[in-house]
């Protein structure tokens, strides 16, 4: 085969992408090795995180040193990722779908890209704009309005943030599958005597419902790896699990963001690999909620091929 | 209609999210939040502005090559086994937290090389988290460019690099301009990622790229509104402000320009 330098170098480059993927899962499981022995499955199923004695002589566990009395548990935190994560899809789906649809079937074809421009807008609002919008509004409204203690950071205000952050996701997936339904099968079901509600509940949901759910698994997997606008305003609880819709939560992400200077203190470097592992399960359930999606939507254009 | 007030539960918190941060950060506005540094948590930006661009310049720096040449192979050459796992896995690296690459970066930049809160880190990282949208985007940019332009191209003896820089990215280039801003918009307002690589000056940049820590606008937004004092607050907005002036800036430039050249 002839050898053409242009591919070749271009191909290069290409493969550095993958390269970075790579080296990022390799260098956390490296890293995290003494961590993920010296943890265990307790990792996973223990409620505190407490870094130990940092001043005192370091003990060996199982041949690893770490300061006396740490204990490495993330159940609080992938807790507080799944709630928080699982409420702002609960908020956000309802309205992205009234979004959407009031979109695609109540405003006229010339305002609608106005409109679906400013629902996209709010995709792009840097998470830390948010995280600041949260301090400011969000957190004094819940703890004047809401809150029985008067404390507005926490998990309600997590879900709020995290649901706005994600509604432009599903909205504007679903709005451009509604507008992609065949103008044939509107118009037949209208023909049939179908109210507009039932053309749309009945005649193009089902076409896109597929769509909708990769959408929504799409924006679960940006909430669960959202960083900032958690950390702002969740409150930062940390050894106790949730209680209530007002208990201070931390997830996976605002958690490792939050924790540089504790990491830095330890002269064992334990917190470091233990925060490496954390970041290691985060990384695992983003990959397995993109790859579902990624899953879903492929499996939805095969429905709509054979529909058409 | 229940749908209406749907899109305006929606559109709402963006309205206020905008206004609540002109207001606050344009009250906080003077000529010395450009000419002075920040000093604790007060003075001015100028330290932060610059350390944003700096950070922003040099991750473009390293992403803007990798990512068009990436998209370049995935839309020319890619169309086979190795060019769907390669966008595969970009996409992976696109849905991957900002933080954990963050992470990764201090492990690997400031543990393992030693270097320190550093500029280097912090702009390697960034372009790690813009190269996988720079190549799809460009992808898809080339992709639009019709094959008989590559025929004809070919047909007068081209070579392969005249092809693609002579006739199709010439072709594609409002789409792959459009995908270098939108990568430049992320660079601006990314936070997480530059907390474990960054870290933070009071100073503007002596010319080190390791061993020197830098100052972003987004710190100050997130640690200073945490102080309880008034001053910090008003440079919290301010920086906000910037922050989400160029981010919006930028996106809806592209949109209201990709959305003429579309219906002309």
Redesign the interface.
Same mark, same amino acid.
């Given at each position: 085969m002839k050898i053409?330098p $242009?591919?070749l170098? !271009? $191909?290069a480059?290409?493969?550095?992408?993958?390269t970075?993927?790579c080296? !990022?899962v390799l $260098?956390?499981v490296i890293?995290s090795g003494q961590a993920i022995m010296f943890n265990g499955l307790h990792f996973l199923t223990d409620v505190n995180w407490n870094l130990g004695d940092m001043y005192d002589d370091p003990v060996t566990v199982h041949g690893v040193s770490v300061p006396g009395g740490a204990e490495y548990g993330i159940l609080v935190f992938i807790v507080g990722t799944l709630v928080s994560s699982g409420l702002a899809i609960l908020i956000a789906v309802?309205?992205?779908?009234?979004?959407a =649809? &009031?979109?695609s *079937?109540?405003v006229p074809g010339k305002i609608r890209?106005v409109?679906s /421009? %400013?629902? *996209? %807008? =709010?995709a792009?609002?840097?998470?830390?704009? $948010?995280?600041?919008?949260g =301090?400011?509004?969000l957190v004094p409204f819940i703890g004047h309005h809401l809150s029985p203690t008067g404390n507005g950071y926490g998990l309600l205000a997590s879900s709020i943030v995290l649901a706005?952050m994600i509604?432009?996701i599903i909205?504007s997936t679903l709005l451009d599958a509604l507008l992609q339904v065949p103008k044939e099968n509107r118009e037949s079901a209208f023909a049939l005597g179908a109210t507009h509600f039932e053309v749309v509940s009945k005649a193009m949901m089902p076409m896109v419902r597929a769509t909708l759910v990769g959408g929504i698994v799409l924006a679960l997997?940006?909430a669960?790896?959202?960083? /900032?606008a958690v %950390? /702002?305003v969740s409150g930062g609880g940390i050894n106790i699990l949730p209680t209530s819709l007002f208990s201070p939560i931390s997830t996976i992400?605002s958690f490792?963001?939050g924790q540089?200077d504790s990491a830095e203190a330890d002269p064992t470097?334990m917190s470091?690999r233990a925060?490496?592992e954390v970041?290691l399960v985060? &990384?695992l359930i983003? %990959?397995a909620v993109?790859?579902s999606a990624?899953l879903l939507a492929s499996g939805a254009l095969n429905v709509r091929k054979r529909q058409s | 209609m229940a749908c209406g007030l749907a899109l305006l539960l929606v559109v709402f918190p963006l309205l206020d999210i905008v206004w609540v941060i002109t207001v606050n950060g344009l009250s906080a506005f003077s000529v010395k939040l450009f000419t002075t540094n920040t000093t604790g948590a007060s003075g001015g930006l100028r330290n932060a502005i610059e350390g944003t661009a700096l950070i922003t310049l040099f991750a473009m720096l390293i992403a803007v090559p990798m990512g068009i040449g990436a998209g370049i192979h995935l839309s020319e050459y890619g169309k086979n086994k190795t060019g769907s796992a390669i966008r595969f896995l970009s996409d992976v690296l696109t849905g991957t937290p900002s933080i954990v690459l963050g992470y990764f970066s201090y492990i690997i930049f400031i543990i393992s090389f030693g270097w320190g809160f550093s500029l280097a880190a912090a702009a390697i990282t960034i372009a790690i988290l813009i190269v996988p949208y720079l190549a799809r985007i460009t992808e898809l940019a080339l992709e639009q460019v019709p094959n008989t332009m590559r025929e004809a191209a070919y047909a007068l003896g081209a070579t392969d690099p005249t092809v693609v820089f002579k006739v199709i990215l010439p072709a594609a280039s409002s789409g792959v301009i459009t995908g270098a801003l939108l990568a430049l918009a992320i660079s601006v307002g990314e936070t997480a990622p530059l907390i474990y690589t960054a870290g933070w000056s009071n100073y503007t940049w002596d010319g080190r790229f390791t061993h020197s820590p830098v100052g972003y606008l987004t710190y100050v937004i997130w640690t200073f509104i945490d102080q309880p004092d008034a001053q910090s607050h008003a440079l919290a907005y301010a920086a906000a402000f910037l922050v989400m002036l160029v981010v919006l800036a930028i996106n809806i430039g592209v949109r209201l320009t990709v959305r003429r050249t579309k219906f002309v």
């Open positions: 053409r $242009f591919r170098s !271009v $191909f480059l290409s493969l550095l992408i993958p970075a993927l080296a !990022v $260098f956390l890293y309802p309205l992205s779908i009234g979004a =649809i &009031f979109l *079937e109540a890209p409109l /421009m %400013l629902v *996209e %807008l =709010i792009v609002v840097p998470s830390v704009v $948010f995280g600041l919008w =301090i400011a509004v706005l509604t432009p909205a997997g940006r669960l790896g959202e960083t /900032m %950390l /702002m992400a490792v963001a540089l470097n470091v925060l490496s970041a985060l &990384f983003t %990959l993109n790859a990624k | -």
